[in-house]
């Protein structure tokens, strides 16, 4: 989720809630005729602004023993 679709979930009750303008099952219809691959506060957002959010940077948890570089990470090297 973009940092500014997280701002407006939470300025709308948090993510599990949903925007006065923009129902829920709205954007469910959106997503089963494949007129969205967004979830639910980005497609907000962009209904809102009418500009696809930017998805973060770095969407990722970094590898907390340093060794995420390691094309073998996790198999055996023979």
């Known amino acids: 989720m973009s940092p500014e679709a ?3 979930a939470e300025q709308n009750g ?3 809630h949903e925007h006065d303008d923009y129902p829920l099952s709205q954007w469910q219809d959106a997503v089963s005729h494949d ?3 967004l979830g639910y506060w ?17 969407d990722h948890i970094e590898d907390p023993m ?4 390691s094309p073998n990470r996790g198999r055996d090297e023979f």
């Open 35 to 37: 007129d969205t691959r």
């Open 66 to 69: 340093g060794d995420e570089e």
């Open 42 to 58: 980005d497609w907000v957002l962009k209904m809102q602004t009418g500009i696809k959010p930017i998805p973060p940077l770095f």
């Open 6 to 8: 997280i701002l407006l």
């Open 14 to 16: 948090g993510v599990w």
